[in-house]
Structure formats: C-alpha cells, structure tokens
Nanobody, 125 residues
Framework: QVLLVESGGGSVQAGGSLRLSCAAAGFRYRSNCVAWFRQAPGKKREWVASFTPSSGNTYYDEAVQERASWSQDKAKTTYSLQLSKVKPEDAGMFYC??????????????????WGRGIEVTVSS
C-alpha cells in the first residue's frame, strides 16, 4: 500500500511562491510517478505536473510550465513542486497522486491508483 502525505500550501499572495511537498512510502518498485492534481471549487480535478524520481523526468501542464519545478529530498522519498509567480487561478485543493510506473503518458485521474488526502491553497490578490 502506497501512502502519500501532502504538506505545504496554505495562503499565498498573488505573485509569490508556493511549495507543495508529497511524502511517499510503500512504493514497491524503483520506477514510480508522483503527480499533483488541482481541483478548484466546483470544477473537475485536473493534472498539474508529474515527476519520475528515478529518471528525473518532469512534466508540466502548460499553465504552470514556465513557473514550476520539481525537487526531491536526499532520501528520495519526498517530492516537492515549487510554483513561482502564483496566480489566483492556481488556487484550489491540491492532491498528490502516485503510480508504480514512469510518468510517461500518465495524465488522467484513472492513471493514478494512489492519492493523498489533499491540501488547500488559497491565493490572495
């Protein structure tokens, strides 16, 4: 069983920076995918970015591509998404998702069998 625990988020001012971290435990294989999805109030959950820790490959939605970057801790068990120049439309519930395969081709909610409980991000203007 893979356990994903989100941290970071909270309230951020528009134009500022945001760091979302996902602590993962229980992955059985070396090649895995960790992703962030965002769900704005009243809207569907949407993919934001993905990271394959073993290769370092990263994938970003075009809405964040120029403003986002991934990192991982030395233990390679916590994966963080840094988002700069935060916009009001970045607000919502952010969910960490995981899959025991590389990220290539994974974009949909159904591609990820493991989910965190979510963390809220609000953006003040």
């Amino acid at each position: 069983q893979v356990l994903l625990v989100e941290s970071g988020g909270g309230s951020v001012q528009a134009g500022g920076s945001l760091r979302l971290s996902c602590a993962a435990a229980g992955f059985r294989y070396r090649s895995n995918c960790v992703a962030w999805f965002r769900q704005a109030p009243g809207k569907k959950r949407e993919w934001v970015a993905s990271f394959t820790p073993s290769s370092g490959n990263t994938y970003y939605d075009e809405a964040v591509q120029e403003r986002a970057s991934w990192s991982q801790d030395k233990a390679k068990t916590t994966y963080s998404l840094q988002l700069s120049k935060v916009k009001p439309e970045d607000a919502g519930m952010f969910y960490c998702a995981g899959a025991e395969t590389t990220c290539a081709g994974l974009w949909f909610i159904s591609d990820f069998p493991y989910w965190g409980r979510g963390i809220e991000v609000t953006v003040s203007s």
